[in-house]
C-alpha cells in the first residue's frame, strides 16, 4: 500500500457526515434562465468549524454567519456559487460553496458560508 493511499484512507476514516451538492445550470426559460440540479448525493464528508458563530445587526434583524470548511474525496467536482446540504451529528444545514476547491492527492478542502440566517 503507498504512502498517499495510506494517507487518502486515514482522511476518509473522518467523514462522519453526507452530503448533497447542487448546481445553477442554464436552462431555457422565458424568466429564469438557471434551475437547481442535484450533481451528488449522500457524497462521504466531515465539515470543520473554521470560526465561530457571529452575529451582524441590521436595522430589521441580526444576520448570522458562519464560515467552514469541507472536507471529501477529490474526485467529487464542486463549483464556487453552488450550494451544499450536509447532515452531520444529527443536524443539517446548507451551504453555499464560496470559492474554487483545493485539491490534494488525499482529499478537497472547500470554503463554505452558511445560507444566510436570521435570529
Not at 25 to 39: D, H, L, R, S, W
Not at 82 to 111: C, L
Request: net charge negative; aromatic share 8%.
Amino acid at each position: 500500500m503507498s504512502f498517499f493511499h495510506l494517507i487518502r484512507n486515514h482522511a476518509e476514516s473522518l467523514y462522519d457526515g453526507r452530503c448533497t451538492i447542487t448546481e445553477f445550470q442554464e436552462q431555457e426559460g422565458p424568466i429564469n434562465n438557471t434551475a437547481p440540479v442535484v450533481v451528488a448525493e449522500n457524497v462521504p464528508c466531515r465539515v470543520s468549524y473554521k470560526t465561530l458563530s457571529s452575529a451582524k445587526q441590521t436595522d430589521t434583524a441580526t444576520a448570522v454567519t458562519q464560515v467552514t470548511k469541507l472536507f471529501l474525496s477529490p474526485e467529487v467536482a464542486i463549483k464556487a456559487g453552488g450550494e451544499i446540504t450536509v447532515t452531520q451529528n444529527g443536524a443539517t444545514k446548507t451551504y453555499k460553496a464560496a470559492g474554487e476547491p483545493a485539491v490534494y492527492v488525499s482529499h478537497q478542502e472547500v470554503e463554505l458560508t452558511l445560507k444566510d440566517v436570521w435570529a
